[in-house]
């Protein structure tokens, strides 16, 4: 089961995305000018950087990591049902993008034995 994600020996690593949430670049980097973006353009755009709306796209994702013994899930902690209100897109979030992600993966959450929370 590595397809679309990678392996380091006997270990597996895959990204289980739950939602892009762009962010304003003038704002999230007010001190950087615009010509200072203009060598990065090419390798931003447009994953990282929409060209249309020159915000920054962030992914809010978690890895699951997979060894012989264990089953890690590396979490970035947005998730549902949490009080952030000056996250609209996160607050009190209750869709079922996340358990989707794992069930494509094919992992249930009863087979992950570790939650690392970044």
């Avoid at 013994?69 to 607050?91: A, Q, S, Y």
Wanted: net charge negative; with cysteine.
């Amino acid at each position: 089961m590595i397809a679309g994600g990678r392996r380091i020996g006997n270990i597996e690593i895959h990204r289980v995305l739950e939602m892009v949430m762009p962010f304003d670049r003038r704002t999230f980097f007010p001190d950087t000018s615009d010509e200072a973006w203009l060598p990065y353009r090419s390798w931003l755009e447009p994953d990282a950087l929409d060209p249309k709306t020159d915000a920054l796209q962030f992914p809010m994702q978690s890895y699951v990591v997979r060894t012989a013994h264990h089953t890690v899930l590396i979490d970035t902690c947005v998730g549902n049902h949490k009080e952030r209100p000056k996250r609209p897109p996160w607050h009190l979030k209750t869709d079922d993008t996340y358990l989707r992600g794992l069930a494509a993966l094919g992992i249930a959450p009863e087979e992950i034995d570790y939650v690392f929370c970044t």
